[in-house]
């Protein structure tokens, strides 16, 4: 692991099973040119290995923004997930986005809640930060500045 710095965190002192808990930060994701989200209630989970990944309530998303999308996929932690595009005025981004309709005991403070891949959007930030993809194409976590790795999603890192 990276060693963390002053008001860091490493991620690999994150637990697992996956941790849920507020996050006080201001969070805020635009597409197309346009906020689509815009929340100081999300939720954050927090997995070793993994950056936090970012649910978002339903009444802070614009709901013109984004509409169901086709596929699910099923964590072990959280249930199954149901996958939603992110539309815009002039594209989309497919499956940019997803959430827990009916998750685990422990996840049900986020039902409902959507996810955004940060790679999809035009931008994501929490509070002053703005964030980073989670290296490869599966993972929907969020680096900032006060997250250390390394990251699960980059070659070589599948059987972590």
């Given at each position: 692991p990276d060693?963390?710095?002053p008001n860091q965190e490493s991620v690999w002192n994150y637990p697992r099973p996956p941790a849920l808990e507020p996050e006080p930060r201001h969070v805020r994701?635009?597409?197309?040119g346009r906020v689509?989200?815009?929340?100081?209630?999300?939720?954050?989970?927090?997995?070793?290995?993994?950056?936090?990944?970012y649910y978002l309530p339903p009444d802070d998303i614009d709901p013109d923004a984004v509409q169901p999308a086709g596929g699910s996929s099923f964590c072990e932690w959280k249930g199954q997930a149901a996958y939603w595009?992110?539309?815009?005025?002039?594209?989309?981004?497919?499956?940019?986005?997803?959430?827990?309709?009916?998750?685990?005991?422990?996840?049900?403070?986020?039902?409902?809640?959507?996810?955004?891949?940060?790679s999809a959007m035009d931008q994501c930030t929490v509070g002053d930060a703005v964030?980073?993809?989670?290296?490869?194409?599966?993972?929907?976590?969020?680096?900032?500045?006060?997250?250390?790795?390394p990251f699960k999603g980059g070659p070589g890192s599948h059987g972590w």
């Open positions: 060693p963390p710095g994701i635009v597409f197309e689509v989200a815009d929340t100081t209630r999300a939720m954050r989970v927090l997995e070793t290995s993994h950056p936090p990944v595009d992110v539309v815009g005025p002039t594209r989309s981004a497919p499956r940019a986005a997803w959430c827990y309709p009916d998750p685990t005991a422990a996840f049900t403070p986020i039902t409902g809640y959507l996810a955004f891949f940060c964030a980073t993809p989670q290296p490869g194409g599966f993972y929907g976590g969020w680096i900032t500045p006060w997250v250390v790795g």
